[in-house]
C-alpha cells in the first residue's frame, strides 16, 4: 500500500486540524448536492483534505485501505466520460467497492421511476451513491429518500459542487506556483464565458468563487444568459472582450447543446467570432491570466487550442487531476460518520444529521 500523508485523519492532526471545527462539525452535511449549502469553511475544509490526495495519486502505488469494504454506486442517468472515470477512480484508489450504473443499461429504460430506481440502489446497501442526472434537482430528490450518502456528479442545469471544488483546486495550486498562493481568492477577477443559462457549472462556480472571495464575471450572449443573474452575485456581460478586461482567470464552457430546446446562437462561426476565447483575445486580459475548461471542449468554438494547449496559461489538464483528488476527500468526508471515525460518529446537533 502507498503511504498516505495523513488519509482520513482529520478528527485529530491531520491537514484540517486548528483550522477547522473539530471532527464532524467540519463538515456536518450528510450528502453532497450542491455548493449552496456550504459555508465558506466547509468548502475551504474539502480543499484542505484535498491536498494530501494530490500527493498521493502523484507516488507510483495509488492505492489504499480506507473505505476498504465499502460499496459506492456511480449511478450516470446522463452521458459522462470524465466525471464518471474521475469518481471510479477515486472510489477504487480509496479501497472501495465501485459500481456503476449507466441509464442506457438499467430499468429507467423500461419505465422505472427515478425514485424506485434510488431506493433499489438502497436496499442493496450502498455506502454512498454518486448520481449524475439530466433534471436539475434529482439529485436532491433521490437524497431524501436514500440512507446513505449522495455526491451530486451534475443534475441538469442546477449544480456539480465537485466540479466547482476541482476547480478552486486547480486554481489553488496554479496561483501557488506562481507564489501568488493565499488561501482563498479576495481580489481575483474570474470572466466564466459561454451558455451561462444552461451550465450547472457556471452555478456552482459563481457559488464557490464568490464563497472564496474572487469577484464573477458571467458573459453570454443575451439569449444564453440567466435573467436575475445579478442576484447571484455575479456581474453580466455581452461583450466579451469588456468582460475580459482585467480578468485574471478565464473559464471557458461549451455550448450545452443536449439541454437546448430550439436555435440560441445563429451559428457556431459566429458564435466562435463573438465568444470563442482566441489567443488575440486572451491579451485584453490580464498580463499571465490563466485559462480553464471543465471539458469536455469543442476546439474552435468556445475556445482555439492554441488557448487550451498553451502551457503556461492554461490549467484544463490540471483540473482533470485535482479532480480524482477532490473526489477522494469527499468520499472519504461523507463517509466517515458510517465509519465512525473518533470525533465523527452519531448524530450533530445541527439536524442536518439524522
Ligand atoms: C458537465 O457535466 O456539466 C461538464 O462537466 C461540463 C459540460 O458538459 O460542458
Redesign the pocket.
Given at each position: 500500500m502507498a503511504s498516505m500523508a495523513s488519509a482520513g485523519s482529520s478528527s485529530g492532526s491531520g491537514p484540517g486540524s486548528g483550522r477547522f471545527p473539530a471532527g464532524g462539525n467540519a463538515f456536518p452535511h450528510p450528502s453532497l448536492t450542491g455548493i449552496a449549502q456550504l459555508e465558506r469553511h466547509e468548502i475551504l475544509y474539502i480543499l484542505a483534505e484535498a491536498e494530501q490526495w494530490v500527493e498521493f495519486n502523484r507516488q507510483p502505488d495509488k492505492h489504499c485501505d480506507l473505505l476498504s469494504g465499502l460499496t459506492i454506486i456511480n449511478a450516470f442517468f446522463?452521458n459522462?466520460t470524465?466525471?464518471l472515470l474521475s469518481f471510479e477512480i477515486a472510489g477504487k484508489r480509496l479501497g472501495a467497492d465501485v459500481v456503476n450504473m449507466h441509464a442506457a443499461q438499467s430499468s429507467v429504460k423500461k419505465g422505472e421511476t427515478l425514485l424506485d430506481t434510488a431506493i433499489t440502489l438502497n436496499a442493496m446497501r450502498a455506502d454512498a451513491i454518486v448520481i449524475?442526472h439530466g433534471s436539475s434537482g434529482a439529485v436532491d430528490l433521490i437524497d431524501g429518500k436514500v440512507d446513505c450518502p449522495v455526491l451530486n456528479a451534475?443534475d441538469g442545469s442546477h449544480e456539480?459542487p465537485t466540479?466547482a471544488l476541482l476547480d478552486a483546486l486547480a486554481l489553488r495550486h496554479a496561483l501557488d506556483e506562481r507564489g501568488e498562493g493565499a488561501e482563498d481568492f479576495t481580489g481575483l477577477v474570474v470572466t466564466i464565458c459561454g451558455d451561462i443559462a444552461h451550465?450547472?457549472?457556471a452555478r456552482s462556480n459563481i457559488l464557490c468563487l464568490q464563497a472564496l472571495g474572487a469577484s464573477v464575471r458571467v458573459c453570454a450572449p443575451p439569449a444564453l444568459m440567466p435573467a436575475g443573474i445579478e442576484m447571484m452575485g455575479a456581474r453580466p456581460f455581452v461583450d466579451f472582450d469588456a468582460a475580459l478586461e482585467g480578468s485574471d482567470v478565464v473559464m471557458m464552457?461549451?455550448l450545452?447543446a443536449e439541454r437546448m430546446s430550439g436555435q440560441f446562437i445563429p451559428s457556431t462561426r459566429e458564435y466562435h467570432h463573438l465568444y470563442g476565447l482566441t489567443k488575440e483575445r486572451l491579451d485584453r486580459a490580464a498580463p499571465d491570466a490563466l485559462v480553464m475548461h471543465?471539458?469536455?471542449m469543442n476546439r474552435g468554438v468556445e475556445i482555439d487550442s492554441d488557448v487550451a494547449d498553451m502551457l503556461d496559461r492554461s490549467i484544463i489538464t490540471r483540473q482533470v487531476e485535482m479532480g480524482v483528488a477532490v473526489r477522494m476527500a469527499c468520499l472519504d468526508v461523507l463517509t466517515r460518520r458510517a465509519r465512525m471515525l473518533p470525533g465523527w460518529e452519531g448524530p450533530l446537533g445541527t439536524g442536518q444529521w439524522t
Open positions: 446522463e459522462s470524465r466525471t449524475r451534475g456539480h466540479q451550465s450547472r457549472v464552457l461549451r450545452q471543465p471539458g469536455p
